[in-house]
């Protein structure tokens, strides 16, 4: 059974920049596809960016595409979320993901059901 863990969250001023790592215990973690998600004050968990199990497909909502990035070691079982130019409205506890058993299958989906593993989540507040 997969386990992830965030870390890295905290404040973080309007236009600024801070990488959320996400760490993943079990086997065979390059068959893993991984996600971050969010969930704000008084609204829905949603899907932030997702990575295939290589890390070569990678899918971001429009809310964040282009100003984060998803990143994986494979090698050491970690997942990263790059997010700069952060604004306000990305105030959210942010949560890890994980989906295991994949093969062949080298892609992810942006759906809370797709996966099976979920982290505590790491609280990210972007003051205005």
């Known amino acids: 059974q997969v386990q992830v863990t965030e870390s890295g969250g905290g404040l973080v001023q309007a236009g600024g920049s801070l990488r959320l790592t996400c760490t993943a215990s079990?086997?065979?973690?390059?068959?893993?596809?991984v996600a971050w998600f969010r969930q704000a004050p008084g609204k829905e968990r949603e899907g932030v960016s997702c990575?295939?199990?290589?890390?070569?497909?990678?899918y971001y909502a429009d809310s964040v595409t282009g100003r984060f990035t998803i990143s994986r070691d494979n090698a050491k079982t970690t997942i990263y979320l790059q997010m700069n130019n952060l604004k306000p409205e990305d105030t959210a506890m942010y949560y890890c993901?994980?989906?295991?058993?994949?093969?062949?299958?080298?892609?992810?989906?942006?759906?809370?059901?797709?996966?099976?593993?979920w982290g505590q989540g790491t609280q990210v507040p972007v003051p205005s």
């Open positions: 990575s295939g199990r290589s890390g070569r497909s990678t």
């Open positions: 993901a994980a989906k295991n058993g994949l093969r062949p299958l080298d892609g992810c989906f942006l759906r809370e059901n797709f996966y099976n593993a």
């Open positions: 079990g086997l065979d973690f390059d068959h893993y596809a």
